[in-house]
């Protein structure tokens, strides 16, 4: 008798979750709807119950589907107004200062989670933070196996001091508001990154699928899943265990105790493909939006190699998830690694990934910030963002918001000529004139046909770049800040924003 008690208790319970309309976390109060563009709203309720919503002098009625599920759509709604949301089934709903304008997602690993207050000039920008219309939403972080239909988080209003804007990502931050200083309108970000985070986690189980290339990933994650138990176990009692005993002899003894060990990969399931795609990506991926900036790839220069291809996939496969046509989609090129500068030319792995991140170019409505020139000497996370966000927001400005004379882009590589112990480099159409700031171009390497490289002498004639050496006596090749550090790439256009690095040579490193 008591266990069909507590079974009709359960049945219950079930019963009540499910005869409750509920929106997902995106909707809440304070939030920002993109403007001029189709609004849709959807949420969950009892199966066959009658859904009311009400957006302003707009009202649509659905039913809640088999599963749940119901969805609806208003038409476009504009700026200047402050709106409300009233959903009523069983229960009624309402969300509250709303308003329309502009909204991005903030997409990526460290370097785009880095917390404001963790950022130059922090305190400064945290005191005068008084933006009512910028309003922020944090996608809390979730990993999972299985695409998830909701995910937790909310809105906050920018205001002096707050606490979690202190937490919001600083590039994102720099970024909608340089936007709403430009724009002045209401701007919307949605912060959705994870540190440490490789490409491969924030795309779809059908995007890892779609190339052979990507099966090892796929092998990879499945064989991390089907035995992580075991090596979490292994891994506190092995590694764990005996830190936690000489921690608290080090303490004892006055000492600095060890660094706790690392949790391993194939422990993190944040790491594990698709899974950041499932909890974080497909949740919200309902939401209408104006774009994407993103800033990532760090963890993929293991394999630098095929971050090009999975990365491109990846967009392809954002802009399909939001089945809102080639959405703009504005990156970062990376900074520096956490190592010292070399002495001499050489392989750099980092270097790779950031020519994957040039040639992602070619795809539709994309744009890149060139960030060699504001790292920091063993920093993986230079704590100079705000330059970050005011070169992301200078693509947006000029693509997407009429702002023509805006200047986006640093020299791009075009093409070299062999001019007998010279190689003449030539840039993009948009590179009117070059400059070096500083103490002079300290990244440019040349080598002949044994692909030796050596540091090499330069010259500017106009918008083209001469390179040559004492030491090489018939060139075939060039690198500029091909380096993990490329310390004294000083290379800029006459916009005074940096080149991107590049070789005019091939090869995986």
């Known amino acids: 008798m008591k266990k069909i008690f507590i079974i009709a208790i359960v049945l219950v319970s079930i019963s009540q979750?499910?005869?409750?309309?509920?929106?997902?976390?995106?909707?809440?109060?304070?939030?920002?709807?993109?403007?001029?563009?189709?609004?849709?709203?959807?949420?969950?309720?009892?199966?066959?119950?009658?859904?009311?919503?009400?957006?302003?002098?707009?009202?649509?009625?659905?039913?809640?589907?088999?599963?749940?599920?119901?969805?609806?759509?208003?038409?476009?709604?504009?700026?200047?107004?402050?709106?409300?949301?009233?959903?009523?089934?069983?229960?009624?709903?309402?969300?509250?200062?709303?308003?329309?304008?502009?909204?991005?997602?903030?997409?990526?690993?460290?370097?785009?989670?880095?917390?404001?207050?963790?950022?130059?000039?922090?305190?400064?920008?945290?005191?005068?933070?008084?933006?009512?219309?910028?309003?922020?939403?944090?996608?809390?972080?979730?990993?999972?196996?299985?695409?998830?239909?909701?995910?937790?988080?909310?809105?906050?209003?920018?205001?002096p001091n707050h606490k979690e804007l202190a937490r919001f990502s600083a590039v994102g931050y720099y970024f909608g508001r340089q936007l709403h200083r430009k724009l002045g309108m209401p701007v919307g970000l949605i912060d959705n990154s994870w540190g440490g985070t490789p490409v491969e986690a924030w795309m779809s189980d059908k995007a890892m699928n779609s190339n052979a290339d990507f099966k090892f990933y796929l092998d990879q994650r499945d064989k991390w899943v089907a035995n992580s138990d075991m090596n979490r176990e292994k891994f506190e009692q092995d590694?764990?265990?005996?830190?936690?005993?000489?921690?608290?002899?080090?303490?004892?003894?006055?000492?600095?105790?060890?660094?706790?060990?690392?949790?391993?990969?194939?422990?993190?399931?944040?790491?594990?493909?698709?899974?950041?795609?499932?909890?974080?990506?497909?949740?919200?991926?309902?939401?209408?939006?104006?774009?994407?900036?993103?800033?990532?790839?760090?963890?993929?220069?293991?394999?630098?190699?095929?971050?090009?291809?999975?990365?491109?996939?990846?967009?392809?496969?954002?802009?399909?998830?939001?089945?809102?046509?080639?959405?703009?989609?504005?990156?970062?090129?990376?900074?520096?690694?956490?190592?010292?500068?070399?002495?001499?030319?050489?392989?750099?792995?980092?270097?790779?990934?950031?020519?994957?991140?040039?040639?992602?170019?070619?795809?539709?409505?994309?744009?890149?910030?060139?960030?060699?020139?504001?790292?920091?000497?063993?920093?993986?996370?230079?704590?100079n963002k705000l330059d970050v966000g005011l070169r992301l927001a200078r693509w947006a400005l000029k693509n997407d918001y009429g702002f023509s004379d805006m200047e986006i882009s640093g020299p791009i590589y075009k093409s070299m000529k062999i001019d007998g112990d010279e190689i003449i480099i030539s840039f993009d159409e948009n590179t009117k004139a070059l400059k070096v700031k500083?103490?002079?171009l300290m990244q440019i390497a040349i080598a002949g046909e044994d692909r030796k490289f050596v540091w090499a002498n330069y010259k500017i004639r106009g918008n083209k770049l001469v390179v040559w050496s004492d030491e090489i006596e018939n060139p075939i090749a060039v690198r500029y800040a091909w380096a993990d550090v490329p310390i004294g790439a000083n290379l800029y256009g006459s916009n005074g924003l940096p080149a991107s690095p590049f070789r005019t040579d091939k090869g995986d490193e």
């Open 17 to 159: 979750s499910f005869a409750i309309v509920k929106l997902p976390a995106i909707f809440s109060d304070n939030m920002v709807l993109q403007q001029d563009e189709t609004i849709r709203i959807w949420g969950w309720a009892d199966p066959g119950e009658k859904i009311e919503v009400k957006l302003y002098k707009q009202k649509v009625s659905t039913i809640a589907k088999p599963d749940s599920s119901w969805q609806v759509d208003f038409k476009p709604v504009k700026s200047g107004k402050t709106y409300e949301l009233i959903v009523k089934g069983n229960n009624k709903l309402r969300v509250k200062n709303i308003l329309a304008g502009e909204v991005w997602v903030c997409g990526g690993q460290s370097n785009m989670r880095w917390h404001i207050e963790n950022s130059d000039g922090a305190e400064e920008a945290l005191e005068y933070a008084d933006y009512p219309k910028i309003r922020l939403f944090t996608v809390k972080p979730q990993a999972s196996s299985l695409l998830q239909k909701d995910c937790k988080g909310e809105w906050i209003v920018v205001e």
């Open 239 to 383: 590694k764990l265990k005996l830190w936690r005993v000489i921690e608290k002899q080090a303490k004892e003894n006055g000492e600095t105790p060890p660094k706790k060990p690392r949790t391993p990969n194939s422990l993190r399931p944040q790491r594990y493909a698709s899974y950041l795609y499932n909890g974080m990506v497909y949740p919200i991926s309902n939401f209408t939006i104006k774009g994407a900036i993103w800033y990532q790839g760090e963890s993929n220069s293991g394999k630098p190699q095929f971050y090009q291809s999975m990365f491109e996939t990846m967009i392809a496969d954002w802009r399909k998830a939001w089945n809102h046509g080639n959405f703009p989609f504005y990156f970062t090129q990376l900074s520096w690694n956490k190592t010292d500068p070399i002495d001499e030319p050489g392989k750099s792995k980092y270097a790779v990934i950031r020519e994957a991140q040039l040639q992602s170019l070619k795809i539709i409505n994309t744009g890149m910030v060139v960030t060699t020139d504001i790292g920091e000497v063993n920093n993986i996370h230079p704590r």
């Open 438 to 440: 500083h103490w002079g």
